[in-house]
Every structure is written in structure tokens, then in C-alpha cells.
């Protein structure tokens, strides 16, 4: 697979987003994010991080996006959001 996996994953994530450009408040978000995921949802991340270096930027535009989606109850956010992921996954190949 990817960059780290097993019971590292968490924190190769967590190393690449604390050594990221991101703003602090996206780093944040990012390291609730993880450390409310399961290893089995971070080792497609690091592996996408892995395969595209803009993936990490891609990632978090969308989770920040999402979050506002679900505050506001916004369903049509949601479904753009969504629709925009599965283009992103199409171009990857």
C-alpha cells in the first residue's frame, strides 16, 4: 500500500498535515478528523497523499466544505461536493 499503514497510519497523517502549509484552524480540523477515524479510513488518504501531492489540498477544501454543508443542513452543497469528489476520482484514474 502507501506511505505508513497498520497502527502508524494515524500518525503519518497527523505528521503530514503538522508539517503541512495548512492554517492552523485546517490543521485542527484535520487532527479531530483522524483521530476520529479508523485506520481503515486513513490508509486510502495517505495513499492518495502518496500518488498526488495536490490531493492534500483537494482533501481539505472538500472536508471544510462538507462541515459547512452539514451546518447548514445544505443538501445541495452536499451533492456538488460529492459530484466534484467522484470527478477528482475520475481524472486519478
Known sequence: MGIQQGNTSKSALLEIIAV???????KTVWSAFINAATEKEIIPILDALASDADTLSFLTENLMAKMEAMSKKDVSLWGKIIEEEKAHLHSRG
Open 20 to 26: 503541512s502549509s495548512l492554517p492552523e484552524t485546517q
